[in-house]
């Protein structure tokens, strides 16, 4: 699935030299990075199903290659479906891909764990932190650290949260 990806138009996403740096994520607010969330939520469940997927694709794999160890796998039926399952398997891949090239253009970062973590950078007492938001949770209620792991997060009631500025 495809997903129609425009990342917030906000004009305190410039750095101070007024010039747009390309590698730069976005500033968020919680606000804003709360009006991303219906189109980051529909991306991270296709991605999560496709980990899903890719994982019972690379079992299945696994399986045929062990097979083809022992000596069983050398008809043409075989051949064709260990074919199948790797062309499926690159699909996959390949989708999974465009989901997080999908986020990144966003400006969010989906954590690389089982748990499908997502962060959105933030300032907060002048120095960057990440938001932090679980794809079980209706809102963006906490935040961490940017060198820390989401298992640390803190709730983020009563805290002020900067707007990059140009």
């Known amino acids: 699935m495809v997903h129609a990806v425009n990342p917030p138009t906000d004009p305190n996403r410039r750095p101070r030299s007024g010039r747009r740096d390309a590698g730069a994520s976005p500033i968020f607010t919680p606000e804003q990075a709360n009006r991303t969330l ?11 199903q496709l980990r899903h997927e890719i994982a019972a694709l690379n079992q299945q794999l696994a399986g045929l290659n062990e ?8 008809h043409r039926d075989f051949v064709d479906e260990v074919d199948d399952v790797r062309d499926s398997l690159q699909q996959d891949r390949d989708r999974l ?15 690389d764990d089982a748990e499908s973590y997502v962060d959105f950078r933030a300032v907060h ?7 932090c938001w679980h794809i079980d949770e209706p ?4 935040w961490h650290e ?11 009631e009563g805290r002020r949260f900067a707007q990059q500025r140009n």
């Open 146 to 156: 940017a060198n820390e792991v989401a298992a640390k997060r803190r709730c983020i």
């Open 67 to 74: 097979r083809d160890a022992k000596g069983l796998g050398r």
């Open 38 to 48: 219906p189109l980051v939520r529909r991306i991270v469940q296709d991605v999560m």
């Open 139 to 142: 809102e963006i209620r906490y």
């Open 97 to 111: 891909s465009g989901h997080m090239d999908e986020l990144a253009k966003l400006g969010v970062v989906l954590h």
């Open 125 to 131: 007492d002048r120095r960057i932190i990440h938001l």
